[in-house]
């Protein structure tokens, strides 16, 4: 989608995207579309989805369904078709990409990020990185046997999920049919296989922001954002924060790695690669083909610059990225260090409604609400970013602010995060 002029929206000449999948950070990348003049259509599952609701156009319906999804493609015939959830049917991407249709960032790149077994069978074999060691089972025998060689504790994950859902860590054999049981119940699509990992004790968890787009002579290069560092409670993020805290020789190899991941998978566009860090060694876990929810910190870091959802849509659009040039690799510079929180839904109802902002909002602190229309016990409904010199009282400030944030619906009353664990204060 390489343009070197942009029209306005709604007319015949306008560059058009589609979103398959409107949460949160499909509705990010939707306003960085409409800031660049880009029609955008969003499509999900359910009606009002955050997406759906600043977007040009909006469809409702059952992405699994080949119907459904070459439909609504042939209607609009969009320049760029945006997955952003798991819950698609990958085999209209093939069929799409093979009538001309333009897939981000590409259908094989997507079909093999989707699904565990295909990501780090990538990684490990094509890519050659370093992985932790892993086992696949399909029984509940098979499943023993696998935590039995590996070792315990472990880790143990459907095959296709997503926000933690269908994993489980296993300290010991009287874990393992509860994590079977979960791993079937959780999984997106089949919950047959799942794939046991290795625990590896890292130093920390990292997500690097690899951009693959044109430089000016036309050809693919990647650039890195700073690495990002976060934690998650119960396999899913909790808080994010950049610059995370490593050495300059392994943030050279977090760039190598990530580039060999990306390289391997291909395209252009922004890519959210899940990486560990033990002892100056960089292992690769997983790689989403898309902006990822660890980097809505830079939502607030590069503000002044292009959040990753401003630099996926550059990149898909063939536009210029900006980079400075540090130690031979293209780097995205923050402007200021900064720390995100999720806001949490601690009730179940429609119609959610978010209070205490004049005290949780200080100086540097923002706020973003999700605007998903109902809520459920633990679900993501907003996120606060913190910005500071100093990334440790960035993750603080957040922190607090985030607990800070009280939410009711309209079948149940107010209440906060206040008995959450608050892992930093």
Not at 89 to 98: I, T
Request: hydrophobic share 40%; charged share 25%; aromatic share 8%.
């Amino acid at each position: 989608m390489r343009r070197d002029e942009l029209f306005g929206p709604l007319n015949d000449k306008s560059a058009k995207i589609m979103l398959l999948g409107s949460g949160e950070l499909g509705k990010e990348i939707i306003i960085e579309a409409m800031r660049l003049g880009i029609e955008t259509i969003a499509v999900d599952r359910y009606e009002n989805a955050p997406g759906q609701q600043v977007a040009h156009r909006a469809y409702t319906g059952n992405m699994k369904d080949p119907l459904f999804l070459k439909g609504i493609v042939e209607k609009e015939k969009p320049d760029a078709i945006i997955p952003e959830i798991e819950a698609i049917n990958l085999d209209v991407l093939f069929e799409l990409e093979k009538c001309g249709f333009n897939v981000i960032p590409n259908a094989a790149a997507t079909h093999a990020a989707m699904q565990r077994e295909r990501i780090r069978e990538l990684i490990s074999k094509k890519a050659g990185v370093p992985t932790s060691k892993y086992l696949y089972a399909d029984t509940l025998d098979e499943l023993k046997d696998a935590c039995e060689k590996l070792g315990y504790p472990c880790w143990v994950k459907a095959i296709m999920s997503s926000s933690g859902q269908g994993s489980m860590f296993v300290e010991s054999e009287a874990d393992i049919k509860k994590a079977f049981d979960n791993s079937r119940a959780r999984a997106r699509g089949s919950g047959e296989r799942m794939i046991v990992e290795e625990h590896i004790p890292f130093d920390i968890e990292v997500t690097e922001l690899a951009v693959r787009h044109y430089d000016g002579n036309g050809h693919i290069v990647t650039s890195f954002p700073k690495p990002v560092g976060h934690y998650q409670i119960d396999g899913d993020y909790h808080s994010s924060w950049q610059c995370a805290e490593v050495s300059e020789s392994v943030e050279r190899e977090i760039y190598r790695t990530a580039e060999k991941i990306t390289s391997a998978l291909g395209g252009v566009g922004l890519f959210g690669c899940e990486l560990f860090v033990k002892d100056g060694k960089v292992y690769g876990n997983e790689c989403s083909p898309r902006p990822h929810d660890t980097g809505m910190v830079t939502l607030a870091t590069h503000q002044a610059t292009l959040s990753e959802c401003g630099l996926h849509v550059r990149a898909v659009c063939g536009l210029p990225v900006p980079s400075v040039k540090q130690s031979g690799f293209n780097v995205i510079l923050p402007v200021k260090n900064g720390a995100s929180h999720v806001i949490l839904s601690p009730c179940e109802g429609s119609h959610p409604v978010m209070r205490n902002l004049w005290q949780a909002l200080g100086n540097d602190v923002s706020f973003f609400a999700f605007g998903k229309p109902d809520a459920h016990f633990g679900r993501r409904m907003g996120l606060v970013v913190a910005l500071d010199d100093d990334v440790g009282k960035a993750k603080v400030k957040a922190e607090r602010a985030a607990h800070m944030i009280e939410m009711r619906t309209s079948q149940q009353g107010w209440a906060g995060q206040h008995d959450r664990k608050f892992h930093l204060l």
